[in-house]
């Protein structure tokens, strides 16, 4: 069983920075799709981001040009650089992975068959 498991998050004021962390179990170059989603108290969880097993990213709207997703193969870990921090970042973020090429879009949590157990980040104003 694949096991996924994040780090990284923290309070933070408006305008600063966090990195997070996601360690896989298994290896990450392996997975066609890694991705970061957050959830707000009383909100759906949304796609924050992807990486493709051969490289490609996208990244959603609210985020662009502020978080960037990358992933290292050699330590198994997938990260997410978040710069310029909005108080309305606040959420529960995690990281998500799947082996399948086609299960939907990269933005539906459907699409992902494991999950860590999130990491709080917390933006002040």
């Known amino acids: 069983q694949v096991q996924l498991v994040e780090s990284g998050g923290g309070s933070v004021q408006a305008g600063g920075s966090l990195r997070l962390s996601c360690v896989a179990s298994?290896?990450?170059?392996?997975?066609?799709?890694m991705g970061w989603f957050r959830q707000a108290p009383g909100k759906e969880r949304e796609g924050v981001a992807v990486?493709?097993?051969?490289?490609?990213?996208t990244h959603a709207d609210s985020v662009k040009g502020r978080f960037t997703i990358s992933r290292d193969d050699a330590k198994k870990t997938l990260y997410l650089q978040m710069n310029s921090l909005k108080p309305e970042d606040t959420a529960m973020y995690y990281c998500?992975?799947?082996?399948?090429?086609?299960?939907?879009?990269?933005?539906?949590?459907?699409?992902?068959?494991?999950w860590g157990q999130g990491t709080q980040v917390t933006v002040s104003s």
């Open positions: 298994a290896s990450t170059y392996n997975f066609y799709v």
């Open positions: 990486i493709y097993r051969s490289g490609p990213t």
């Open positions: 998500a992975a799947d082996y399948r090429s086609s299960a939907g879009s990269w933005y539906m949590s459907t699409r992902y068959n494991y």
